[in-house]
């Protein structure tokens, strides 16, 4: 009996410390991810930023006007019928 008690105690103790180093090292692992992903985006905003006052100015490709245009065409007529009750 004795050494069912031992054998119960001494793994609930060792899940007990398992647990608790490995939420330890997950914490550990995702604050260096999330410190590496803020690191990452300082850097690109740093990198995208214009420098003294330039302004850049997306413009459209030809192709893609041309390809729009050829889509965006009138809408058709409708007579409007009003109904009286």
């Known amino acids: 009996m004795g050494f069912i008690f031992k054998f119960i105690l001494i793994a609930v103790a060792l899940s ?26 300082r850097e690109e905003e740093r990198r995208n930023k214009p420098k003294d006052g330039n302004v850049n100015v997306d413009h459209i490709p030809r192709d893609y006007q041309e390809k729009r245009t050829k889509e965006i065409r009138g809408g058709d007529y409708i007579d409007y019928e009003e109904v009286k009750d």
């Open 16 to 41: 007990w410390i398992f647990s608790s180093l490995l939420k330890f090292f997950l914490r550990s692992k995702l604050k260096q991810f999330a410190n590496h992903a803020n690191d990452l985006k």
